[in-house]
């Protein structure tokens, strides 16, 4: 499959927290991986060999890189980021992306602590069970015309705002405002708009879900203060993507991309790195689509959050949710950063990976700007999650990159053998946190042992430099997709 | 559902894939090979004995070579159940050059009876390989789930 022989290289110690594959064969760059030496050690070989085969890729800059969390993935690895030059032959590659395009985490604080939420803790995990669609085949309520299909993938969450789902504050605290531009609804399949016209509003299956968090620690409180995260407070947090849609266009965008590497001369050493140049007409073409697919998951987001605050409304009055802030962590997007004293526009892939831009950075809010962007990490429905933001260290050493989960440690295979999903519900119960879903094979698949530690991935992120820690999260109440 | 096997020597079994699941079908010919692979893509999703067959869906694709006819083979299968609400539990398959006619039988989904898990979002080209091993057919890949 692959023309490399790397897969027996493991990446050297460079310094304390960064690794690196040197630059050899046909790699145009070096892999460089941002991680202890425990997690470095616990990565699977073809994590190192995919991030090498990244780095061959026309028009890559300065390196192909590698997260704390990194684990195998489709091309790239997941936890990989990469950024193309258009003016050097960069190119676009559907597998820096991946197949749930923008999927990403929103978070929102509540206004009440979790002493309150603890009152009313079962009425409050059924209601939200009943009233937001979750796990496979679930329909919304909304059924969107081919207008309105047009409309959103043009729009974003600013179209679901503007169609009653939400307020004009939470497209603030939406990366890209809410809305993502030169989307280009009419590079979207009839068969991706299919599958999406009932799908508005739904969580989704897997690893997505909805949860209700206390803060439990503060690290950083000044930090803390301007996010509005204070030990004892509960936030709702929600973790999902661009549903049917996206899945179809990164379906499609694969299959034609794997034909046009070999018409655009492209030598990929997998398959899956197919790729187009940026110029290209199916670079636009996949571009346009993915950018759609992006607003379709940050409308979607933005549909739940209004649905969560309908449930809160009706169990918890005194609530108000105010987003945190909104980031995905499957994407590519055009930003301009410094490469050897030159501001450069670049396409920089984030494949599992969460853009965390450093204090005074132009995008960000107001609110947020001296402080950094919020990099919000999801964790188990066992164990934690983590609030994080974005430094200037960050910025220089990986486009200002973070980590985005603790990332599996065992098989969706491995892990339904292991553990029944009606047990592992009973223990969280026990231990406090009402765990909701459809499918107890599901729940078996996303046991909380399962997965890595996180607090190990976000202590990496933060000693190699890339994120600060901000506050930690636990679970009170677990929506599984 | 990890694996099934019948004295002919056609089936299904899944293999590891760090967070995902690698799908495998086995069989006399290409077109059991096919079959088999059809039913492993739904073992990821639920147990493809408890889907009645009470629906029939006719289904075609051509593709420049077989293992681009498998994956495109197993995405418009994810596409009519995502589509339809359904889920398939046996199915016919027909290959003739790069073409592939066949019948996906199934219902509509019962959460109760069927516990669905995870929605697969796609078939890749990772682990990809169509064969015939001395007979033996076997048509593979990874989905992401």
Redesign the interface.
Known sequence: MSIMTTSSIKPIRRSGHTWEIPRQGDMRVPAVFFATAELVEAMDDKVFEQAANVATLPGIVRASFAMPDAHWGYGFPIGGVAAFDPEQGGVISMGGVGFDISCGVRTLLTGVTADDILAYQKKLADALMRHIPAGLGSTGAITLDPVEMDAMLAGGARWAVARGWGEAADLERTEERGCMADARSDFVSAKAKERQKREMGTLGSGNHYLEVQRVAEVFEPDAANAFGLRVGDAVVTIHCGSRGLGHQIGTEALRDMVASADRYGIRVPDRELACAPVDSEAGARYLGAMRAAINCALANRQIITQLTREVFASVLPNARLDLLYDVSHNTCKVEKHEIDGRRRRLYVHRKGATRAFGPGHPDLPEALRATGQPVLIGGTMGTASYVLHGTAEGMDKAFGSACHGAGRALSRRAAGKRWSGRRIVDELAAEGILVRSHSSRGIAEEAPGAYKDVAAVVDAADAAGLTRKVARLKPLICIKG | M?RQRDPDDRGWE?F??????GIRGFGPTLDTAFEQAALALVA??TDPDSVRPTVAVHLTCEA?NLD?LL??WL?IL??EM??R?MLFGAFSVRIRGNRLDATAHGEP?D?ARH?????V????????RVTDEDGRWIAQC?V??
């Open positions: 990890q899944h590891e894939h760090g967070a995902d699941v990821t999703v420049p681009i994956v495109d995405n994810l596409y995502a589509t609400h989904v959460l516990d669905p898990t995870v929605e979002k796609g078939a890749t080209f990772t682990a990809l990874v992401d789930v």
